[in-house]
């Protein structure tokens, strides 16, 4: 799978660096250069790179293992664009892996209406008959430094237009449209209904998210976090989704919040129909359908939430969570391509069983 880059990932990616640069420019670079590497100062300068947005990266994994990745940004001039970082561990060549995450490149430049694309790297290098196969022309000659010595360069040039075939950017037919563009009957279509018995695993998942978030957000920003929603009762049917309440600080920075959240392999979507800062993020959706753990946090500013009453009252009264696990059973039946109407459906029940929540718990949530 080839997917946009994280955080988390910024470690694999820098070890990769490291070890394509013992063996890419053999014969041509000093060979003292490649034994200086250390995988740190990558580290920190992907982490940047990924948080601020600075270079767009791919990732591609195979059976959850980072085996190569591509980076570039755009840029001013006849090549509108560059790729910056482009390696694939030794013993994944050879596999269609390099040409996979280059077109996947060359596809985000297009469909965001750049034309040309530039690819600097050393003369004679190995490599580079790879990039004249896929297209690459050799446009533009260049000095660059490395490891404080000189050494000649070659930029390859690709015209984008002549990569995608056509004249114009248009989307592949055989790819989805955005998430973002897809409306209520595709998004039901796609992310079904599904209901499982009841995963002890789901609070290790939760657990693990939340120190996700703790690494994201500093101590300032957090007031308090929650595991909410049916995976968080012991024995309740649950559609497999991690459901979690974000409490932030009023004072919060919403744009850093984004930002870090992001940087974090979360997407983004505004809520105005949900409490202030109206925020919510989800992992485990894309295009073609879920993939991974799904996971939802709601952010919210501090509060004396519905949520936390109902998940207390169902855990303390199983043949409540019983009789909710039935009434998802038939509405998983209804409703199974329509999340709204699932949820709509569901409205009464947890609004009867909140109220007698808050009757016999009192404000045990209120800040």
Not at 31 to 52: M, V
Not at 150 to 167: C, E, M, R, V
Not at 170 to 178: E, I, T, V
């Amino acid at each position: 799978m080839i997917r946009s880059a994280t955080i988390q990932d910024a470690p694999p990616i820098a070890d990769i660096i490291v070890a394509s640069w013992q063996n890419a420019f053999s014969g041509i670079i000093d060979p003292e250069y490649p034994k200086t590497l250390k995988p740190e100062p990558f580290i920190r300068l992907l982490k940047e790179n990924i948080e601020w947005g600075k270079e767009t990266l791919f990732v591609k994994t195979v059976e959850d293992r980072i085996v190569g990745f591509i980076s570039g940004k755009e840029r001013d001039g006849y090549y509108d664009c560059e790729t910056i970082g482009f390696y694939v561990l030794q013993e994944y060549r050879k596999q269609l892996i390099g040409s996979a995450l280059f077109h996947r490149m060359a596809r985000h430049f297009w469909e965001g209406n750049r034309k040309r694309m530039i690819l600097w790297t050393l003369l004679g290098a190995e490599n580079n008959r790879f990039y004249t196969g896929i297209g690459g022309k050799d446009a533009l000659r260049k000095t660059l430094t490395i490891g404080g010595k000189d050494y000649p360069g070659i930029g390859y040039g690709f015209d984008l237009a002549a990569l995608s075939n056509t004249s114009e950017p248009q989307r592949d037919p055989l790819r989805r449209k955005p998430l973002e563009e897809m409306d209520r009957r595709e998004l039901g279509k796609l992310f079904p209904i599904i209901l499982r018995e009841h995963c002890p695993e789901w609070l290790r998942l939760y657990e693990a998210e939340k120190t996700q978030i703790e690494e994201a957000l500093d101590g300032k920003t957090i007031v308090r976090i929650s595991h909410i929603g049916s995976t968080a009762v012991p024995g309740l049917v649950a559609k497999p989704t991690i459901d979690i309440l974000l409490e932030v600080s009023p004072a919060v920075d919403t744009r850093m919040l984004i930002r870090r959240m992001k940087a974090y392999g979360f997407r983004y979507g505004a809520q105005p129909e949900n409490p202030p800062p109206h925020m919510l993020f989800k992992k485990g959706y894309s295009e073609e359908g879920f993939v991974g753990q799904a996971v939802h946090v709601h952010v919210r500013y501090p509060g004396d939430w519905d949520e936390l009453y109902f998940r207390d009252y169902l855990t303390r009264y199983p043949s409540v969570a019983d009789a909710y696990s039935e009434l998802k059973r038939v509405l998983k039946e209804q409703f199974e391509f329509d999340r709204e109407a699932y949820t709509s459906a569901k409205g009464e029940f947890i609004k009867t069983n909140t109220r007698l929540a808050r009757e016999e718990f009192g404000e045990r949530y209120l800040p």
